[in-house]
C-alpha cells in the first residue's frame, strides 16, 4: 500500500515510540488535536499524555524543555507547528543545544522537526525554507527528506541519533507524494546524499521539494537527448561532499537548485567545496536556480515568480548542458 | 465591558457594524484589485525598491 511522505513521518514517530520508551513528543496542539497537518493523530490515545505533550505556544519553552528532558536521559522531538516560528527557539538551538557536548559533554538527542516550504500560499509568516540558519551552526545536524521512503527512514536515524537534529519536511510534500515502504523495518543513514537519478551529461545538486522539480526537468530534457543526473542530499549538515564531487567528475556541469532565497542558501557552499575540490573536471560555470532574494509573496501570482520550477531549471540546464 | 459601565449595548452593536463593514468593504476591494504584477516581485524588500 501507498504511504504519503506525511504518513512515513508518523509511521518513522509511532515505531520508535513503540521501540523506545524514552522517546516522547511535545509540541503545540499535537496532542488532542493532533497536530496542525495532523502528523500526530492518534498518538496521545496510543501513548498516553506523558509522551505526547502540548505546550504553551513558545517554541524556546517548547526546545528548552527538550534539551532538559534529553540531559535526564529521555529522547524528545519537539515540533515546531510552522519552520518560520522556530526563530522563536533559536537561543536554545544554536546556543544550548548545539554547543553542549563540546561545552561540557552533555549528548543532547533531541529531534526538532519544522514543516518548512512553500508552495502552498502561505505568505511570509509559513512558507519559508530556514534551514540555512543552522546549517552553519556547528554541533547541530539537518536534514532535508525528498521522498517518502527517506522521511521514514531518516526520521527514525534521527531519533536514535545522539546529537540534536534539525528534521526539515515540507509541507507541499506531505500528501503530494506517495510511494510503497518496505515492510521490514528500516533507517536511512544520515549524512548520506543519493544519486537519485543517473546521467551523464549535466548534474543537478538539490534537496527537498526540489528534488521532484529537478525529476521533472531531468525527463523533460532527457527528450532533446541530455542525459541528467540528480543528486539528493537529503543531509545538509554534516554535508555529504563526496557524493556531490563524484557526480560532478562524472559529468563537469553542474547545476544546484534550492527552494530557499539565493544568498547565503546552500549552492554557495557547495559551489565553494565543487570548486575547491573538483575545479578542474569542470567544463561550464557553476549556475544557481533559487528562489530571490526577497520573502515569500502571499499572492499566488508572486509565489508562482518566486518558487523555482521545471521551466526555470530546463531554461538553465539547457544552457548549461549546451555551452 | 457593559457591567462594568465601560460601554453600552448600542456602542458594542455600533462597534461591531462598523467592524463587519470594514472588513466586507476591504474583502470587495481585493477582489475587485488586479491581481499583483510578477515584474514586482523584488518591490518593497527595501526602501529604496
Same mark, same amino acid.
Given at each position: ?23 516522547? &513528543? ?32 513558545? +517554541? ?14 529521555? #529522547?524528545?522531538?519537539?515540533?515546531? %507547528? ?18 553542549? $557536548? ?10 526538532? #522537526? ?18 540555512? /540558519? ?22 527514525? @536515524? ?7 537534529? &534539525? ?7 506531505? #500528501? ?20 537519485? $537519478? ?28 541530455? @542525459?541528467? +543526473? ?18 560532478? #567528475? ?22 565553494? @567545496? ?46 548549461? /548542458?549546451?555551452? | ?7 453600552? %449595548? ?18 470587495? /476591494?481585493?477582489? %475587485? ?17
Amino acid at each position: 500500500m501507498s504511504t504519503t511522505y506525511l504518513e512515513a513521518i508518523r509511521e518513522g514517530l509511532w515505531e520508535e515510540m513503540e521501540r523506545d520508551p524514552n522517546v516522547f &513528543l511535545l509540541g503545540e496542539d499535537i496532542g488532542v488535536y493532533g497536530g496542525a497537518f495532523k502528523v500526530t493523530d492518534g498518538f496521545i490515545e496510543k501513548f498516553g499524555e506523558r509522551r505526547v505533550v502540548d505546550t504553551p505556544i513558545s +517554541e524556546e519553552a517548547i526546545v528548552g524543555a527538550a534539551i532538559g528532558a534529553s540531559y535526564m536521559g529521555l #529522547r524528545p522531538v519537539a515540533e515546531m %507547528q510552522f519552520a518560520d516560528f522556530i526563530s522563536c527557539g533559536f537561543d536554545m538551538i544554536v546556543n544550548f543545544a548545539a554547543k553542549s $557536548r563540546y561545552r561540557w559533554g552533555a549528548a543532547v538527542p533531541i529531534v526538532i #522537526r519544522a514543516p518548512s516550504g512553500g508552495g502552498i500560499h502561505g505568505g511570509p509568516f509559513h512558507s519559508q525554507n530556514p534551514e540555512m /540558519w543552522f546549517v552553519k551552526t556547528p554541533g547541530l545536524k539537518v536534514v532535508c527528506p525528498a521522498t517518502a521512503y527517506d522521511a521514514k527512514g531518516l526520521i527514525k @536515524s534521527a531519533i536514535r541519533d545522539n546529537d540534536p537534529v &534539525l528534521f526539515f519536511e515540507h509541507k507541499g510534500l506531505y #500528501r503530494k507524494i506517495k510511494e510503497d515502504l518496505p515492510s521490514e523495518e528500516y533507517t536511512v543513514p544520515i549524512g548520506k546524499a543519493k544519486v537519485i $537519478r543517473e546521467g551523464d551529461d549535466l548534474s543537478i545538486i538539490t534537496y527537498g521539494a526540489m528534488v521532484w522539480v529537478a525529476l521533472e526537468a531531468a525527463g523533460k530534457l532527457e527528450e532533446e537527448g541530455a @542525459s541528467i +543526473e540528480v543528486v539528493d542530499l537529503r543531509t545538509l549538515l554534516p554535508l555529504d561532499r563526496e557524493t556531490v564531487c563524484a557526480s560532478v #567528475r562524472k559529468t563537469s556541469k553542474v547545476l544546484l537548485l534550492h527552494e530557499d532565497t539565493r544568498t547565503g542558501g546552500m549552492a554557495g557552499e557547495l559551489a565553494a @567545496s565543487i570548486t575547491e575540490s573538483v575545479f578542474e573536471y569542470l567544463d561550464g560555470p557553476i549556475v544557481r536556480v533559487t528562489a530571490p532574494d526577497t520573502p515569500v509573496p502571499y499572492a499566488a501570482v508572486l509565489e508562482d515568480a518566486f518558487l523555482p520550477n521545471a521551466e526555470k531549471v530546463i531554461e538553465k540546464a539547457r544552457w548549461l /548542458w549546451r555551452y | 465591558m457593559l457591567g462594568e459601565g465601560w460601554a453600552d %449595548q448600542n456602542a458594542l452593536d455600533d462597534m461591531h457594524a462598523s467592524i463587519l463593514q470594514e472588513v466586507d468593504e476591504a474583502v470587495a /476591494w481585493a477582489e %475587485q484589485s488586479p491581481l499583483p504584477d510578477p515584474a514586482g516581485l523584488l518591490d518593497d524588500v527595501y526602501e529604496s525598491r
